[in-house]
């Protein structure tokens, strides 16, 4: 079975300064790895996804994640916070060619001035 | 405008009252799913759909009902709705069944009294 667990469910960052969300899976076969992001009474967005090619991953607005298997890890980074990042995160899980889905619990980021 | 949209936006209701809550995409994408949020527990799997006519349980079925007639509307259904159905439900849709990237509609915030 496939599960996933987000470490902190928050992080507070100053703006300017580095972003890291973390993000752990279990999965019995090679999964596929996803993060979504979902502002303030907003649906959810991807950032970006892992599907077996590079394992560091760009993705939108800044963000990048590297995948590493060995330690089951799936961190999400980006360089230098913006207050526009000041959001909730999701990890996500997929390990059945993208038929069902696993949603880490999240992590709200919040971005001081 | 390439979106997915869900009817209504909010609902109040009672125990037991049948209710149904639409999906409709228009982006003629083969897979369709609901997933409910709530507070700590991120996004949980309902059900999902893989065409027309197929579709299957995700990790919280219980007490919903789907059905996929058309290719653009997935909706789902509360037979005998209770209290602890009181949550935030989201509809996605993608392309076919590898890990293309889901588009989520806006949401459905549901309270049941």
């Known amino acids: 079975a496939q599960s996933v667990t987000q470490l902190d469910s928050h992080v507070s960052v100053s703006e300017g300064t580095p972003v890291l969300l973390r993000c752990n899976y279990s999965?019995?076969?090679?999964?596929?790895l996803f993060w979504y992001v979902q502002h303030p009474n907003k649906g959810l967005q991807l950032l970006l996804k892992?599907?077996?090619?590079?394992?560091l991953v760009k993705g939108i607005n800044g963000f990048e994640a590297e995948f590493k298997k060995s330690e089951t890890s799936f961190h999400l980074t980006k360089p230098s916070a913006h207050m526009s990042d000041a959001a909730e995160y999701f990890c996500?899980?997929?390990?059945?060619?993208?038929?069902?889905?696993?949603f880490g619990p999240g992590t709200r980021l919040s971005v001081l001035p | 405008e390439a979106q997915v949209t869900q009817n209504p936006r909010y609902l109040i209701t009672v125990t037991g009252k049948k209710l149904t809550v639409t999906c409709s995409q228009n982006?003629?994408?083969?897979?369709m799913s609901w997933y409910r949020q709530d507070p700590g527990l991120g996004l949980r799997q309902i059900y999902y759909?893989?065409?027309?006519?197929?579709?299957d349980k995700g990790d919280v079925p219980e007490g919903y009902k789907v059905s996929r007639k058309e290719k653009r509307n997935f909706p789902l259904i509360l037979e005998s709705p209770s209290p602890n159905q009181t949550s935030l439900y989201f509809c996605?849709?993608?392309?076919?069944?590898?890990?293309?990237?889901?588009?989520f509609g806006p949401g459905t915030r549901l309270t049941v009294l």
């Open positions: 999965s019995s076969y090679s999964p596929s």
């Open positions: 996500v899980v997929s390990e059945n060619y993208g038929q069902n889905f696993v």
């Open positions: 996605a849709s993608k392309r076919g069944s590898s890990y293309n990237e889901q588009f």
């Open positions: 759909s893989m065409n027309v006519e197929v579709t």
């Open positions: 982006m003629n994408h083969e897979y």
């Open positions: 892992y599907t077996s090619a590079a394992t």
